[in-house]
């Protein structure tokens, strides 16, 4: 399928490993240009390569998106997308009787308030020119909470009201907001989780992370590549008609019938 969005630009946030890097990648195939943003530049250049592999203009910044200065290089280098895909590291996680104020303000600025700035900075020139795909990479913790992610599950939650309510306003003129629920992939999160949880219980990374694929329905851990076509498939003209939902990927791991 033709996805139609050859020729539009995309503002890729966490874009240099795992599922930032996917959706990247998937958007590239599809010919949109490019501009991925990440922390740390030997692996954002490395990305780079890849997507000029895959045939895509790439433009890299090395910045931290959760801070102003952050946003504005990486606005800098692409003021106008048609395509905004956030994201940002998750939370630590932990008990919530060790956390601060400052970690809860932490957990928030990445995970609910810059995804708002992002959208604030991008959406009227969406509006302009009568398109626009906005995709949050959220997590399956806002439909089912992960009680060790409790910074994760309030920041997220607080982004999915936000956009519940703009998504609504911003459709008719062809401008979409969707939020995209993983659960577990195999990225280098899920790999520290697993390191976490085998430090926690006595047990061996390997022990763990055979356990946790097991227990999805699917029997594995998903594949990034599969994130990143349903994240390209969101951002592509065939889907105006689908916003403010809150989509899971999660190989059936939530139990619920809605």
């Known amino acids: 399928m033709d996805l139609g969005i050859r020729g539009k630009t995309a503002l890729v946030c966490a874009a240099s490993k795992g599922l930032g890097k996917a959706c990247a990648l998937a958007l590239a195939r599809e010919g949109v240009e490019i501009t991925i943003v990440a ?19 790439v433009t890299a910044v090395a910045a931290d998106i959760a801070t102003e200065a952050g946003r504005q290089a990486a606005l800098s280098a692409c003021p106008a997308p048609d395509i905004l895909v956030t994201n940002a590291g998750g939370p630590p996680p932990g ?12 957990a928030l600025d990445a995970n609910m308030l810059t995804p708002i700035e992002l959208i604030k900075a991008t959406l009227d020139g969406m509006i302009a020119r009568r398109f626009g795909r906005i995709v949050n990479m959220t997590s399956s913790a806002v439909k ?7 910074l994760s599950n309030g920041a997220r939650s607080g982004l999915t009201g936000f956009v519940a309510g703009l998504a609504r306003k911003t459709v008719r003129h062809n401008v979409t907001i969707n939020n ?4 577990p992939f195999a990225t280098d999160r899920q790999r520290a989780l697993v390191e976490a949880a085998a430090k926690s219980g006595g047990k061996t990374f390997e022990q763990v992370w055979a356990e946790r694929a097991a227990a999805n329905p699917a029997g594995r851990f998903g594949d990034p590549q599969e994130f990143g076509a349903l994240c390209a498939y969101l951002c592509s003209r065939q889907a105006g008609f689908i916003t403010g939902q809150n989509i899971l990927i999660d190989g059936g791991a939530y139990p619920g019938t809605f």
């Open 144 to 150: 089912a909470p992960i009680d060790v992610l409790g």
């Open 180 to 183: 995209l629920l993983p659960g």
């Open 39 to 57: 922390r740390t530049r030997e692996p954002l250049e490395a990305t780079a390569e890849e997507i000029r592999a895959a045939g895509a203009r």
């Open 95 to 106: 008990d919530f009787r060790d956390w601060t104020r400052a970690d809860w303000i932490a």
